[in-house]
């Protein structure tokens, strides 16, 4: 009998079923909320010495959904899911025998990420803290060398792409946001808010420098809606 190979996808049809587990079992709560979410990453890759000094930002797109669930006065347990675009890319210069080396690394990883909140109300503002697991739902990284001859300028481009086994396909952090919230009407909430987003793994794994290792570290503002529910609404706690 031919053994059954586990194919990459596995991974994600499970986080696909763990999050309509999620979604099923937030729909008994009486008091939660259900927003909706649309913003922008601004990530970084950052190593853990200045091995990295010209890291350069990458602009993503940042959507989802999640719930707000009341645990008390102004307070609630936030839960979601949603899909990050996240990565960046860094370069560095050297010489050898009268050339000029630079290379430049492209990194692209786009996650599906749910993070568990401790939200706290403060009138129209919220803060909110907590932790996020997410896994890779798009992977890849763009190796670019570019030789300049110091004496003749002549210059010669190589450019190498690896897939995902040489990223790692997971991460976990935490998260940290400040925004403002007020309603539109009964039955609509409005917010907008930052946050910044601390990964713990490093991305690229098989990296035997320490200061060589890459990490996610991002803001992200986002803008969107909250419905309340019948059962409960925010401008009555205020």
């Not at 599906?112 to 803060?127: C, F, N, R, S």
């Not at 481009?157 to 403002?180: C, I, P």
């Not at 990296?207 to 803001?219: D, P």
């Amino acid at each position: 009998m031919t053994p059954i190979k586990t194919k990459p996808f596995d991974m994600k049809r499970i986080f696909t079923i763990v999050i309509a587990i999620i979604i099923s079992s937030l729909s008994s709560f009486s008091q939660s909320n259900t927003g909706f979410t649309v913003g922008s990453n601004f990530s970084l890759l950052t190593g853990d010495s200045t091995s990295l000094p010209d890291a350069i930002i990458k602009p993503g797109f940042y959507g989802g959904m999640f719930w707000d669930i009341n645990t008390g006065y102004k307070t609630y347990i936030q839960i979601g899911g949603f899909y990050s675009q996240q990565g960046g890319k860094y370069k560095y210069e050297y010489f050898d025998f009268g050339k000029k080396i630079t290379r430049t690394i492209n990194n692209k990883i786009d996650y599906v990420k749910i993070p568990l909140m401790w939200k706290q109300v403060w009138g129209d503002w919220y803060t909110s803290i907590g932790l996020y697991g997410e896994i890779a739902a798009v992977s890849n990284s763009v190796w670019t060398e570019r030789t300049q001859n110091v004496d003749t300028f002549f210059i010669k481009s190589d450019t190498l792409q690896s897939f995902t086994n040489d990223l790692r396909l997971y991460d976990t952090g935490f998260k940290l946001a400040l925004g403002v919230q007020f309603p539109i009407n009964s039955q609509y909430d409005f917010f907008m808010n930052i946050a910044y987003n601390h990964g713990f793994l490093a991305i690229n794994p098989k990296a035997f420098r320490i200061e060589n290792k890459m990490y996610n570290r991002f803001f992200t503002i986002n803008v969107g809606i909250i419905i309340n529910s019948n059962s409960y609404k925010y401008r009555s706690r205020r």
